[in-house]
């Protein structure tokens, strides 16, 4: 009968609407961030998230009234080097000038741990979160705070030393710890060494199973341990002992969309289970005394004062517990979140999809469109590639020092896949930034490059919009795939082979393009070299026309002069009021490169009449060159002798002359010369030489700058030399992406300081920004680097 009826019932499946509404958002953190909300993810932090490694949240009330300074500084150092030690990354929690850290510097957390300086620091419940942040305070977060920061970045995990719960005597006071209920709502396994001691244990598990929530033993007995103490007298419901099972505990609420988070009790180390029965009775006698003083009605200001009297009594041995417990739940926490990412990355990595997947379930393939509506626009536009990045790494041989490197059959190594392509990386760094500044700019970056109706497609825009990027510029091309650029490196990481296919970028048709910078008013325009001649030719002749200033990232040496057929098509117009191309950005291969085509090309470029009027009015003569030599002559680095050698390159291989002759076609060009430090060459003319705080400067040997004027001053010409930020080899991690990352500031710089360059000050301003976004990048792994969030803290824009 049975069988009869499952053949005649129809088998139900949940529609993809259905699912949507069911399912629970992972994280929420995107969402506050794109309403401006206060919280500064640390950079560590941020990158373990977005690449779903293990994270381990810390709550600061032990820091800011659990233990006295130093102590508690230098516990709440050892719990994060525990959450470490086991493979996580430590995300300690906490309030500071009205700002939420999920993630703290050691600068910060010596802040909130040193109340002796800082009185003012508060402890933090959901109560207190929205007026202590209105009010700019500095504050501890509690278990149920810390609770709900983490759940909103995605923090899977939380270690902390005890739970709080059902006080004693609540049935009168109705004194209940308001961690019981949050522990309803954040879906995270909270590890601690059960609830705190001086609570109504008993109570306490009743409640949390009158509220559903799942209370787990951990360890080789199903008691339930009491702070102090491995036994409290009462028993858990379930029992586990190892991370794997309480991270499959986790992931199945994952999988049921299930909101709630569980409680992992784990009991205090056996060498401190002898002191647990004198700690206790020193518990009951602090329990008295707070009745009898009223103590124990003062809410928030009952635990601290009862956890400092138990001290007290016991000579300071209770302290010494209260430190070991929480280093141990913050171990266990950080083996429990390494089994979860685990777990996590097997189970996404058994989808396979293939490149073209037409409508993916779930994929607003416009989803920038629909939301463009809110958003203000744009002051800077880059236009270029969005790729997806996939690099293959092969595994060294295991037990040698061999090198994996005739790779002709498949071989054991890692995989990786990222956002990438050069407009996207631009677009990111400059994006980051702008936003660190200020909320204001947030959106005053919008990046025009087309993606696929493919899963490729559906990853570069959920990237983009999780770091809070627009995606309004997106365009979707159906007919065509999203740009995928996959490698293949050795295991000392050379690069041994791989495949591009980035044709969907010379799909982009010029009217599409025109028709959303319409909708902006850029106050600069940025390109890359990935587009055809026909869109630069048009893209560059839009923007001379509306006087947009133009930026052009050469992107490599083949494809530097990809801009020349726009350059000549504007020299050959009526009247040329200025260089065809406002800024340009190539390495010092490229420049050859160009300057090589610019002379010999079919083009004949420097053929040109309005080459030689622009090199005619430049004036520069005898004294340019004797002020070159001297500066070739200064250090590439500081004022001494340096490995790198000195300037001589600027003479010896043509650079400054090859720049000299190109400002006819670029005004401002600013050379990446490498571990030597960049180049800036540029003239300044017109009414603009007259009003420019160069036409009052002069050559400045010392200063690493050449000042050149024409007699009649109409036209300044300004050679510099900016040092490079040194960077020990064995910090650099990455050099791919360090160039998009200088190119990205420089633009965010220009975008609300388009003058930069005419003020000795403020170019000096944007350079120093500018070098240190791409020090950040190569010290990290990213193409952009996080930290490129930060630098509000120590630079300015203006």
Same mark, same amino acid.
């Given at each position: 009968?049975?069988?009869?009826?499952?053949?005649?019932?129809?088998?139900?499946?949940?529609? #993809?609407?259905?699912?949507?509404?069911?399912?629970?958002?992972?994280?929420?953190?995107?969402?506050?961030?794109?309403?401006?909300?206060?919280?500064?993810?640390?950079?560590?932090?941020?990158?373990?998230?977005?690449?779903?490694?293990?994270?381990?949240?810390?709550?600061?009330?032990?820091?800011?009234?659990?233990?006295?300074?130093?102590?508690?500084?230098?516990?709440?150092?050892?719990?994060?080097?525990?959450?470490?030690?086991?493979?996580?990354?430590?995300?300690?929690?906490?309030?500071?000038?009205?700002?939420?850290?999920?993630?703290?510097?050691?600068?910060?957390?010596?802040?909130?741990?040193?109340?002796?300086?800082?009185?003012?620091?508060?402890?933090?419940?959901?109560?207190?979160?929205?007026?202590?942040?209105?009010?700019?305070?500095?504050?501890?977060?509690?278990?149920?705070?810390?609770?709900?920061?983490?759940?909103?970045?995605?923090?899977k995990v939380f270690a902390t030393g005890g739970l709080g719960g059902v006080h004693r005597g609540a049935e009168s006071t109705m004194d209940i710890s308001a961690d019981l209920h949050?522990?309803?709502?954040?879906?995270?396994?909270?590890?601690?060494?059960?609830?705190?001691?001086?609570?109504?244990?008993?109570?306490?598990?009743?409640?949390?199973?009158?509220?559903?929530?799942?209370?787990?033993?951990?360890?080789?007995?199903?008691?339930?341990?009491?702070?102090?103490?491995?036994?409290?007298?009462?028993?858990?419901?379930?029992?586990?002992?190892?991370?794997?099972?309480?991270?499959?505990?986790?992931?199945?609420?994952?999988?049921?969309?299930?909101?709630?988070?569980?409680?992992?009790?784990?009991?205090?180390?056996?060498?401190?289970?002898?002191?647990?029965?004198?700690?206790?009775?020193?518990?009951?006698?602090?329990?008295?005394?707070?009745?009898?003083?009223?103590?124990?009605?003062?809410?928030?200001?009952?635990?601290?004062?009862?956890?400092?009297?138990?001290?007290?009594?016991?000579?300071?041995?209770?302290?010494?517990?209260?430190?070991?417990?929480?280093?141990?739940?913050?171990?266990?926490?950080?083996?429990?979140?390494?089994?979860?990412?685990?777990?996590?990355?097997?189970?996404?990595?058994?989808?396979?999809?293939?490149?073209?997947?037409?409508?993916?379930?779930?994929?607003?393939?416009?989803?920038?469109?629909?939301?463009?509506?809110?958003?203000?626009?744009?002051?800077?536009?880059?236009?270029? #590639?969005?790729?997806?990045?996939?690099?293959?790494?092969?595994?060294?041989?295991?037990?040698?020092?061999?090198?994996?490197?005739?790779?002709?059959?498949?071989?054991?190594?890692?995989?990786?896949?990222?956002?990438?392509?050069?407009?996207?990386?631009?677009?990111?760094?400059?994006?980051?930034?702008?936003?660190?500044?200020?909320?204001?700019?947030?959106?005053?970056?919008?990046?025009?490059?087309?993606?696929?109706?493919?899963?490729?497609?559906?990853?570069?825009?959920?990237?983009?919009?999780?770091?809070?990027?627009?995606?309004?510029?997106?365009?979707?091309?159906?007919?065509?795939?999203?740009?995928?650029?996959?490698?293949?490196?050795?295991?000392?990481?050379?690069?041994?082979?791989?495949?591009?296919?980035?044709?969907?970028?010379?799909?982009?048709?010029?009217?599409?393009?025109?028709?959303?910078?319409?909708?902006?008013?850029?106050?600069?325009?940025?390109?890359?070299?990935?587009?055809?001649?026909?869109?630069?030719?048009?893209?560059?002749?839009?923007?001379?026309?509306?006087?947009?200033?133009?930026?052009?990232?050469?992107?490599?040496?083949?494809?530097?002069?990809?801009?020349?057929?726009?350059?000549?098509?504007?020299?050959?117009?009526?009247?040329?009021?200025?260089?065809?191309?406002?800024?340009?950005?190539?390495?010092?291969?490229?420049?050859?490169?160009?300057?090589?085509?610019?002379?010999?090309?079919?083009?004949?470029?420097?053929?040109?009449?309005?080459?030689?009027?622009?090199?005619?009015?430049?004036?520069?003569?005898?004294?340019?060159?004797?002020?070159?030599?001297?500066?070739?002559?200064?250090?590439?680095?500081?004022?001494?002798?340096?490995?790198?050698?000195?300037?001589?390159?600027?003479?010896?291989?043509?650079?400054?002359?090859?720049?000299?002759?190109?400002?006819?076609?670029?005004?401002?060009?600013?050379?990446?010369?490498?571990?030597?430090?960049?180049?800036?060459?540029?003239?300044?003319?017109?009414?603009?030489?007259?009003?420019?705080?160069?036409?009052?400067?002069? #050559?400045?040997?010392?200063?690493?700058?050449?000042?050149?004027?024409?007699? #009649?001053?109409?036209?300044?010409?300004?050679?510099?030399?900016?040092?490079?930020?040194?960077?020990?080899?064995?910090?650099?991690?990455?050099?791919?992406?360090?160039?998009?990352?200088?190119?990205?500031?420089?633009?965010?710089?220009?975008?609300?300081?388009?003058?930069?360059?005419?003020?000795?000050?403020?170019?000096?301003?944007?350079?120093?920004?500018?070098?240190?976004?791409?020090?950040?990048?190569?010290?990290?792994?990213?193409?952009?680097?996080?930290?490129?969030?930060?630098?509000?803290?120590?630079?300015?824009?203006?």
């Amino acid at each position: 009968m049975y069988l009869l009826q499952r053949r005649a019932t129809p088998l139900l499946r949940p529609t #993809s609407a259905s699912l949507q509404c069911i399912k629970r958002p992972v994280s929420s953190l995107s969402a506050a961030l794109k309403q401006f909300a206060p919280i500064d993810v640390h950079p560590e932090v941020q990158d373990a998230l977005a690449h779903s490694r293990p994270v381990v949240a810390l709550e600061t009330t032990i820091v800011t009234h659990g233990m006295p300074y130093p102590t508690n500084r230098e516990t709440a150092e050892s719990v994060e080097n525990n959450v470490r030690k086991a493979g996580a990354v430590p995300a300690t929690i906490g309030l500071i000038e009205g700002r939420v850290k999920i993630g703290l510097e050691p600068r910060e957390l010596e802040h909130l741990a040193d109340v002796a300086k800082n009185p003012g620091v508060v402890k933090l419940s959901r109560r207190d979160l929205g007026a202590a942040i209105s009010l700019k305070k500095d504050g501890g977060t509690t278990c149920s705070t810390t609770l709900i920061l983490a759940a909103l970045a995605g923090i899977k995990v939380f270690a902390t030393g005890g739970l709080g719960g059902v006080h004693r005597g609540a049935e009168s006071t109705m004194d209940i710890s308001a961690d019981l209920h949050e522990l309803t709502r954040c879906p995270l396994g909270l590890v601690s060494a059960g609830v705190k001691s001086i609570l109504d244990i008993g109570r306490t598990l009743e409640y949390l199973e009158t509220l559903g929530v799942p209370v787990v033993s951990y360890g080789p007995t199903d008691d339930f341990p009491a702070f102090y103490s491995r036994r409290s007298g009462f028993k858990s419901p379930w029992r586990i002992d190892d991370p794997v099972s309480a991270a499959k505990i986790l992931y199945t609420h994952e999988q049921l969309g299930m909101s709630n988070g569980a409680l992992f009790a784990v009991p205090i180390p056996e060498q401190y289970e002898s002191v647990g029965e004198q700690l206790q009775r020193a518990v009951e006698q602090a329990v008295k005394e707070s009745e009898e003083n009223g103590v124990s009605r003062r809410g928030k200001e009952a635990t601290p004062w009862l956890l400092k009297r138990v001290g007290e009594l016991t000579a300071g041995k209770s302290l010494a517990s209260n430190i070991a417990l929480i280093q141990n739940t913050a171990t266990v926490g950080g083996q429990i979140a390494v089994a979860y990412a685990q777990l996590a990355s097997e189970a996404t990595g058994k989808a396979s999809h293939p490149h073209v997947v037409h409508q993916a379930a779930g994929f607003n393939p416009d989803p920038g469109h629909k939301k463009s509506t809110h958003l203000p626009p744009a002051k800077l536009v880059v236009i270029g #590639s969005a790729a997806v990045d996939i690099t293959a790494r092969a595994d060294p041989v295991p037990g040698t020092t061999t090198v994996h490197n005739n790779l002709q059959t498949t071989t054991p190594g890692v995989i990786s896949l990222t956002s990438g392509g050069v407009g996207r990386n631009v677009a990111e760094a400059a994006h980051r930034i702008l936003s660190s500044h200020s909320k204001e700019f947030a959106h005053t970056t919008v990046l025009l490059s087309p993606v696929g109706d493919d899963v490729f497609g559906q990853l570069l825009v959920s990237e983009s919009e999780n770091i809070g990027m627009r995606t309004d510029g997106l365009i979707k091309v159906p007919a065509a795939r999203t740009a995928v650029c996959n490698m293949v490196l050795d295991s000392a990481g050379g690069l041994t082979g791989g495949v591009a296919d980035m044709e969907i970028i010379r799909s982009l048709e010029v009217s599409k393009i025109t028709e959303i910078i319409d909708k902006h008013h850029p106050t600069i325009m940025a390109m890359d070299a990935n587009m055809s001649q026909e869109t630069l030719k048009s893209l560059v002749k839009y923007a001379n026309k509306r006087h947009i200033p133009t930026f052009f990232e050469p992107t490599s040496v083949p494809k530097s002069t990809v801009i020349f057929p726009a350059v000549a098509a504007a020299l050959n117009t009526a009247s040329i009021p200025r260089a065809p191309v406002t800024f340009a950005t190539p390495n010092v291969l490229e420049l050859a490169h160009m300057y090589q085509e610019a002379c010999a090309s079919p083009l004949e470029l420097t053929a040109h009449k309005y080459w030689w009027k622009v090199v005619d009015d430049m004036g520069l003569g005898s004294d340019f060159r004797m002020e070159l030599e001297r500066l070739s002559r200064r250090s590439a680095v500081g004022d001494e002798p340096a490995p790198t050698g000195n300037l001589s390159f600027l003479v010896d291989n043509g650079i400054a002359q090859m720049a000299i002759n190109l400002l006819p076609f670029f005004q401002h060009l600013i050379i990446k010369c490498g571990e030597r430090g960049l180049i800036a060459a540029f003239r300044v003319s017109g009414e603009q030489a007259h009003n420019s705080a160069w036409a009052t400067q002069s #050559s400045n040997i010392f200063a690493r700058q050449i000042v050149a004027r024409h007699k #009649s001053r109409s036209s300044v010409v300004v050679l510099k030399h900016f040092p490079p930020i040194q960077v020990p080899e064995e910090k650099i991690v990455n050099v791919t992406g360090a160039g998009d990352s200088l190119v990205g500031s420089m633009l965010a710089t220009l975008s609300q300081t388009p003058d930069a360059f005419d003020n000795p000050e403020s170019l000096d301003q944007l350079v120093e920004q500018a070098q240190l976004a791409a020090v950040y990048t190569l010290q990290s792994e990213h193409a952009v680097s996080p930290r490129l969030s930060t630098l509000s803290s120590n630079e300015s824009l203006h």
